[in-house]
């Protein structure tokens, strides 16, 4: 699974000109899902994603997660993400897990989120959307 992070003032999902999903300060969850991952890997990442410590302390230094701050997930399914930039000019998708069986395991994850407690929402898997954020930092990572 590849979990590019974003910490963010607010984000938001918009499909069709309709806001669907939208959170205020905490992480911006751009998800891919490779062939290989399953639902073990799911609870490692999503564990990893919640307890990554990307937030200031009171003295500025990146010591909290997000659960430390209550902070808001927003999960968005980018299959890009598993792409194979390594040569040529145009990406491989070869690694990326079929929409079909990617689709349980992205709500799979998007359940573990849920039932952790953290404020968990979401984009919709397969849409065309566009997602707006305003990323504090900026501070990206990608797990």
Known sequence: MQALIQR???ASVTIGGNTTASI?????????????DDAAQAQKTLNRVLDYRV?????GKMNLSLRDIA????VVSQ???????GKGRR???ASA????????LYGYFLTLAKASGVATKAGEFGADMQ???CNDGPVTFLL
């Open 91 to 93: 990406p491989s998708f």
């Open 97 to 104: 897990m079929p929409p079909a069986a990617a689709e349980p």
């Open 71 to 74: 902070g808001e997930l927003l």
């Open 8 to 10: 963010v003032n607010h």
């Open 24 to 36: 205020g300060r905490g992480l911006l969850l751009l998800l891919g899902i490779e062939q290989t």
């Open 131 to 133: 997602v707006s954020l």
């Open 55 to 59: 937030f200031s302390d009171p003295e």
């Open 79 to 85: 299959f890009t993400l598993a792409a194979d930039t």
